[in-house]
Structure formats: C-alpha cells, structure tokens
C-alpha cells in the first residue's frame, strides 16, 4: 500500500472515531467527578459546515461557517448558589494542532463567542469561548442589577473556569500522550481585559496572549465612556456639538495633523505627536453651521484630553486626536451609566448625570466583580515564559488608545527596577488609523488578530508570522523568535477575498514607522524608528 493511501486511510479513520466520540455521553463521562457540571450538548459538524446558537445568542446571533470537521461542545457550571455560565469548545476531529486557544467577549455582552472560535479552529486549534454567566448584548448591562455572583463570573470566574475544565476536557478527549502542547489566548477589547485578568490571577493559564484594546480598567473606563456622553449633554446646553460637525472636526484635525507624521496620505500616524490647533476651528463670522463657537470648542477640549480632576487626580485618557466623536458624544452609553446604575449602585434610577470623580472613588473601591486587570507586576506570568503581543488602533472611538499606553507605562514602570526588559516577553503595537479592534478608512490594520470578509482566517497570500499576529505569536512562544514589527494589511473594500490596497509595518512601541522614500502602500518603503 503506498504511503499516501495509508495516510487518507488513517485520517479517514480518525474522523470516524473523532465523530463517533462527540456525544453528551462522552463528556458526561469525561466530567462525571464534576457534580457542578452540566454538558448541555454535543454535535459532530462535517467539514465546510456551520454551527451557532442563533438569534438566543444575543451577541453572536450569526453560525460559524466553512468549518473543519469539529465536534461542537456546550458546558454548563454552576459557580455558586444564584449563579452559573456556559462555554463553548470546537475540538477538530483530524486537524488538532495539540494546542488550546480561548477568546473572550465585547462590553458586558453575554454569549458564546463561536465566530471567533471558528476562525481559530481553522488554525488547528482546539478553541473555547464563555458566556461569562448571562446573555445579553454588549452595550446591555442591566443583567448585572441584583447579581453580585454574576458580576463576579464576568469579571473573571467564568473565564478561568472554563480554560481549566477545557484543558481537562481536550486532555481527556483527545488521548494525546503529553496533553495539550501549548495554551493560548486571542480577543480583543472585553476579551482583552479578559486575557489579562486571567494571566495576572493565573499567569499557568497560557504560554502566550494577543490582546487588542483592553477595557483593562473597568471603574474608570466606565466612568470616562459616561462622562465623554455628558460633555454633550443636554442638547439644549449652548455647549452642545451637534453630531453634524463631527465630521468638520475630523476633518481639520486630519488636515493639521496628517502632515505633521511626515507623509500627506490621508492617515494620522502620530496622533500624539501633532501640535493641534483647536481655535482653528472656532467660527469667525455668525454663520456657525461649519464651525464651533467658544463654548463647543470647551466640549470638544475636554473630550480629546486627559480627564484630571480638580485635585490634579489622573481619572483617564481623553480620545486620541482624529478619532469620530460618534459614538461617545452622539448620546450618554449605557456602557458607562449602565455600570454604575448595576454593578456599582445597584440602583436602576440613580442619576448618571451627576457623575463626579467621587463615584469613580466609591467603584474603585468595592471594585465590582474585582474586573479591572490593574496587576501591573506580570513578572510571574514572564517568569514561566509567557509571551504577550498587544496592539490598539489609534482612532479608537470607544477605548481611548491612550490607556493602552497608560497600561504600558505601568507596567515599565513596576518591571524596570527589578532589571526585566519588557521587550523580552511583552510587544506592543499601535496601530494607526484603526478604530475598536478593527477597521479603518484609509489605513493597513489587518494582522488576522480578528475577523474579516472574504476569508475563513489568517491573511491570504501572507500566511506567516510577520504578516499574521497568530502565528507571530505562536512563534514567539515556540520557537523564542520575537516580532520586531508586524505587517498589517489593507484589502480593497476591507475585503480579503479583493486585491491588496496597501501595506505597512506596525512597529514595536514606542518604535513607529517612518516613512523613507518608494511606494508608501509597500512595506518597504517604511522603517520603525523612534521618533523622539
């Protein structure tokens, strides 16, 4: 028998027993000294099929599709007297790569993230993802009112307990002699703090993190995300910026701001470094429909700044110069009135509009579900080789990009002095022109680190770690190789299944790329250097 029949042999047999073994009796079983636990179901999906709960998964109503042949697996924990969660596991039935990578979720949304475990599984891992103990949309989180034991599941007990009992259950189903090989973590924004929070609690969960965004400091995110709104609010105030200028501020700041980078081409790749002139915007006849009068431009100052409390107290980071004031100044979130109304208060009338930095205090202070990821000491999670790759687009309308920053500094600040070189185990890259997670007009942003159209995963025609955060860092933690830059990607029409636009270095902070001469849509005409 020739070799490659053997093969189609052997892994047409090992998809019959792999498919013969997803049942709920197989992980009942697997899980019978778990009195907690709960397996709600267990499905064998074919190659090139889809798999999701529908419109009942409020935060990701659509299926997974095109998947590889995979048993869907549904758990339920009971992690207290009132409260429980459910995950989610796609165990690949030939194509297990012998690692595990979880993903996390988006505001206080409550579901299972198949989506994005989907596109994992096309790597070749096993992938798992939480509900987080409730279901609810992101920008929802009146589920947390009279539920501190929920509060505390989404905060972090859903998360670890789920990566335990998968480890556990991929051990067991698999029968691979030595387990899973390495353990990984990939999400963005919530699921970013997620990640974190995890690593700092229990820095064995993973050998490597990609983390995007992360909502890591939960009391005063929440606190800012409210107050951004309130700037604006009521609309009667003569202070207000109707949502009809927004487009006139991006405008000029993008005008100002653009040049100062060192190349005219639409993108603004230091927001931090420009010298923006506000009054530039201020309006100089009584026609105002294209400009702001003295008392908007004050809304629109305290919305692209630090917020700094009349003690000089640091509260958070304002929106980076460039970034849509949409979304925030359009109206209050209930991403910030919605935490302080049930997680904080646990009151549904309490009223968000006298929010001062006292109540910023008061949340600090019983710090609701203990969600913050604020353990600025990552030097255990370092010192057993975890690796950690984080990035944040520039324009981000709904985490500042500045508390990404904050964060870092943070922890140079704590590691520095005890000698540990953060460049060793801890990568971070902005990524210019990119809003919350992903997306951007003009700019490359794409490094697989999430999901776009046309493809099932990575980046096509650029399968490789210099190109796709995943695999960049599945290599840094295996083979010890570290991303000195990243190449990010702009298909036409953010689509990938469409020829490329443009490409671009992302540089290793506070490293940005500079451009040198050529083509500026080709990597190669960029260089990371420090600017300053």
Sequence with gaps: MSGSWATMIRLLASMTAAKSRCTPETFTEILADRAEVTVNFAHAIPLNGSFGQGPANIPYPMNSTQLPALCAVGINVKSSESSSYNFGLFLPDSTWNKRFLATGNGGYGGGINWPDMGIFSHYGFATMSTDTGHISGPTDGSWALNAPESIIDWGHRAMHGSVVLSKH??????????????????????????????????????????????????????????????????????????????????????????????????????????????????????????????????????????????????????????????????????????????????????DYTKLTYKDIQFADAINPGAASADDFDLSPFRNRGGKIIKYHGTADSLIPTGSSIQFYKKVLQTLRPKGIDLDDFYRFFLVPDMGHCSGSTTGPWYTASGGIRGVTHSVPGYEDAEHDMILAMMKWVETGKAPDHLIATKFVNDDASSKVQSQRPLCVYPRQATYVSGNPNLPGSWKCKFRY
């Design 169 to 350: 259950i991929i051990t067991k189903y698999y029968k691979e002699p030595g387990g899973i090989k390495y353990s990984y973590y990939a999400s963005c924004s919530t699921g970013g703090r997620q990640g974190l929070k995890e690593i700092q609690l229990h820095p064995e969960s993973f050998d490597g993190v990609s983390v995007g965004a992360p909502a890591w400091w939960s009391t005063h995110l929440a606190g800012s995300t409210l107050m951004q709104g309130l700037y604006n609010h009521p609309e009667s105030d003569p202070k207000y910026i109707d949502p009809a200028l927004f487009s006139v501020i991006t405008a000029e700041m993008k005008k100002q701001c653009d040049p100062q980078d060192g190349l005219v081409d639409n993108i603004i790749s230091d927001p931090f470094g420009c010298d923006f002139d506000f009054e530039a915007l201020l309006c100089t006849g009584p026609n105002s429909s294209r400009c702001l009068t003295a008392a908007q431009l004050t809304t629109l100052y305290k919305f692209y700044n630090d917020w700094v409390d009349t003690n000089q107290e640091y509260v958070f980071p304002g929106a980076s110069l460039g970034t849509d004031p949409g979304f925030l100044m359009s109206s209050v979130s209930t991403l910030g009135s919605d935490f302080y109304r049930s997680f904080v208060y646990n009151d549904s009338d309490w």
